[in-house]
């Protein structure tokens, strides 16, 4: 992962609520081959014990299934949105461009859960993204028992005790406040992704500048 210190979000609610906010996620690993796969699924988060949890369920019988079953060693990535950003908006154009971009890493071991906990998160899963609306025809518990028996034997839960979790908020952080605000104005200007992440770097812009206060880039890499 790219790591430098001021790339990093150390506030630990909002990464809780990036995860929240970009479900979405990159589930790699491998298997005892060292045969790499990886697959994209919607992650449950839980906090038990002080301790955080990812939940999700894959087909059975793939490649990423069979993998995890004989090497249980698996890393998450969520991701949110990304902009490319020019040097030539940067107070001095004389240098490479780069890319701004949040990403979550989360590792640890996936286990396999109990036919009820699968239930339990079908549940779950179901009605969050059916924004809580009971009466939605298809959540979990409205969805027809021919097709359950179906679906539920197709799936399997997996539950990841995270062991490490890392981040990348690189949000030009590294600039002048000049350059700074030009980057946000052209994203702004952009839209879609960039525009979002100009949003991202105007929250941030009072802790990188506070008022009256200069801010000396020279130490920091590109």
Do not use: C
Request: avoid cysteine; proline fraction near 5%.
């Amino acid at each position: 992962m790219y790591s430098f210190s001021y790339f990093k979000e150390n506030d630990q609610q909002a990464i809780l609520d990036f995860i929240e906010k970009n479900p979405f996620a990159f589930l790699t690993g491998s298997d005892t081959s060292g045969k790499q796969v990886a697959t994209q699924i919607p992650m449950l988060t839980e906090i038990r014990n002080g301790e955080l949890f990812l939940k999700g369920h894959l087909m059975r019988n793939t490649d990423h299934h069979r993998a995890f079953q004989e090497n249980p060693n698996g890393l998450v990535v969520f991701t949110g949105p990304n902009a490319y950003v020019s040097a030539s908006w940067y107070s001095n154009p004389q240098i490479g461009s780069t890319w701004n971009y949040m990403s979550v890493h989360a590792s640890g071991p996936v286990n396999f859960m109990s036919p009820d906990a699968l239930i339990q998160l079908m549940r779950k899963l179901t009605l969050k993204f059916e924004n809580n609306n009971k009466e939605s025809l298809t959540i979990y518990d409205n969805l027809p028992d021919s097709f359950l028996s179906k679906m539920m034997p197709a799936i399997e839960g997996i539950e990841i005790k995270v062991e490490k979790l890392d981040n990348v908020f690189k949000l030009s952080q590294n600039r002048d406040e000049k350059s700074y605000l030009n980057i946000i104005s052209k994203l702004e200007m952009l839209g879609g992704n960039s525009a979002l992440i100009a949003d991202e770097m105007k929250k941030r812009k009072a802790d990188l500048f506070p008022q009256g206060q200069a801010r000396d880039a020279s130490k920091f890499t590109s």
